[in-house]
């Protein structure tokens, strides 16, 4: 690809995309600022790497449209932008070859239920199983080893990755993608204790729906609900290994990272961002825009929208940061504790 | 179903079922109280929820006995029991379809061992692997695509849900139900380290044994023995994600919630109760009805029966909360140090 | 096998196998020392498990070479070793039946894409899928049920269980071992933020790279690079459900526990070991034999070679564990605080 042709590419994206240099090459892959080579495109976001304008072998690299770029024009060019990064990432869109998941059409191998209704170019791959009654919209793709149980419906565009399971029911939006092994609409975890000690299962009547454009990682588990739905909302992203519990409901646009863990009946806002290995006890609310750092240990509701958890139990983070400080003075409180009392013992007693 | 019905169903389980209330009306579904219309059954268990016997669409509302009901009981029937939750997990069991994991038989695409012995009306799924020497026992269902190892024994009325592995000589008890994804009797994570900084893999030569109506969730882990058996005791339920290392003895009707891990050589007494994301130490012991919360750390024994842990390095809960109190009067203690070295500052020193 | 075959089999580990007893008689499996019986070949490493070298019914026991036995050896035998642990799992490893995870060659019921180049001897399980253009070295399983994407290339000797699933451009060593369930080379978790809220997938164009001798456990993730590849280096150990994100670089010789988390374009140094459950921010730099204790929350960069890390936020051993000790003593520094201005009050103000 020229770099002209990457340059009018990004006028699809920006109002003012210029070019610095000779604009003269061929490029042929995106790279790393640190490692990229010729004929390779980069891009520098942040000002600690500014010291690659000089260093860097790439014969382009995208930049913020402040940054002066004239002195290191020799032998290779700029594209100045408003957004370096977002530029950088529609230009990998453009390089990134689609992945070939399945063979186009049913594969020979796929099992389809009875009643099972197949969209427009749907992709099934080998051994997956789709069940009866299922719904699966045009352009979607099942992959190898998928088991799609019954009366699932899946929107068109959607990617499903080999090993997903959808329980029966499930209900996914348009263009959802589930990476590999994470299993949707398992029973949740709900048992009524007997007086014996013994536990009597509590049937899991409910199903689980994910919103358009929704992305799950690798073995997450997200849970049915008891009845009605769990519900994953629209342009959620859930990275590997998280969990989210019957009954939860989580906001649009919201991000939680991997190895979350998310308790039955959670209500979560839109646009939150959830850090790895965060926990969150059950029937709790949070707001819109919520951001709970990582590992924290989330055990109420917080309803201000906007505000940044961090800690255990998780406060807001003017009050965690102010309580480590104090965590990490408590060396010099002893040490001052120590001297008052030297002091004292010094003084006659009752003077 | 009429309401009649209901009444009659659960006099099988509580000695007095008392109608306040029309009992007229059919009844079609069971629903959360919040959202139950017309035709539909609900409960309150929770007094907070008590509001909802005047706003509630619910035809008929389960209710504990001393719950006064008359003045609410126009155009809607109550039942009054003893337990009113327990009650309605009942009614759920009542309206719950068995869901259909498989068709019943042997799918013909279902790869069956040599010398594997299938008790009478198992069903085992589309392109389900049973190895040599299995027995399953009589009306067990393998989900489509679990693929159980040689010389596995899996007990009566077993459900073992799709892309389930059992690894070689695991033993499951009866009635036991393996949600996706999980992963039974893998090596143990054991590595003798060598002077020169490598490591020899120790063989993980035993087995996972699974008692009798042990549930386990999606996604988790249980791995098998060094020598000897990993035990999960009867009753025992483990969510999604959670990992027991090899060598660990889980006792009967011990409840484990989402992404515990659990370390190798843990002995767990009865009728414990885990809370997500909780650690334990290897070679730990912990009596029968221990009790740890969400996130805490357990780092050593804890062998008295009935004891609630909490916090990092987990401790019993008393200790725990009043270390957690002082931890947030630290600001306090602060201000009572700044001001004892005002005063003292403020003294003759020596006088 | 009889004791002095076991002998002769430790001399090639050892400069030194003395045996202490008569040496009659058979063994027929190695065992736990609490519960060894008589035929059974048992070790006692650890000091504290010396009272067995009376009690055990093991017919034949290893020990340290420094342990007096010429006591204990009515009726058994022992061999003294330099290392009693190292030599009893050679001992485990001599008893161990290899694993038959699918009937040698390729299952016919295997999928084998166009241009894949299968070694000598490799095995393919029922039903597993191996893509276009895969190269599979010579002697190595691919267990039943495996998905292996396109253009994956697996060394020679390697173990693949059921239902592991390898993305597209994997590149896996030699006797590499990855159990069932796992994920590797998903897409890493990078999404970029839009003024709308909503966000744009940022593609994920590398690969995970896997070096000789490896062993992943059972669930764990690995996602591949956004650009580039996720190394795991030769030997390294990755327990279940384990999440290691894009463009990490892991060591040579790390051992990972189960569900530790780490967090994106962290690299870590050569035989770090790393406990249950602890997290990792992103971008940052572990020296090579860094130790991070279960549970602890590492936030920045550590540097010396062989630090061992602790707490939240991770701190060095010593002072994490001056911190908790500080912790500990919150209650005798109040006492002490409410003593002082105790004495205080007493004395006349300002005096």
Known sequence: MTIQEIQAYLTEFFDSVE???????????PAKIESAGAGEVSFIANEKYLRFLDETKASLVIVHRSVNVADFAEGRSFLKVADPYTAFVFVLKKFSLPRTIAAPGIAP?????????????????QYAVVGDRCRIGAGSIIGPHAVIMHDVEIGEGCTIFPHVVCYDGTRIGRRVVIHAGSVIGADGFGFAPQADGSY?????????????DAEIGANATIDRATMGSTVIGKGVKVDNL???????????HTVIAAQAGISGSVIMGRQCMIGGQAGFAGHLELADRTSVAAQAGVSKSFLEPGTALRGYPAQPMRDQLRHEAMLRHLGSMKDRLDELEQRLLKQPHGA
Chains 1, 2, 3 share one sequence.
């Open 242 to 252: 998280v969990q989210v519990a019957h009954n939860c409901r989580i906001g649009e």
């Open 19 to 29: 070019l610095v240099g000779s604009g003269k090459g061929e490029i042929s892959a």
């Open 109 to 125: 191998t796929a099992v389809i239920g009875e009643g099972a209704v197949m969209g427009e170019g749907v992709t099934v791959g």
């Open 200 to 212: 009597v299962k509590i049937p899991q009547m409910g199903i689980v729906e994910i919103g358009d």
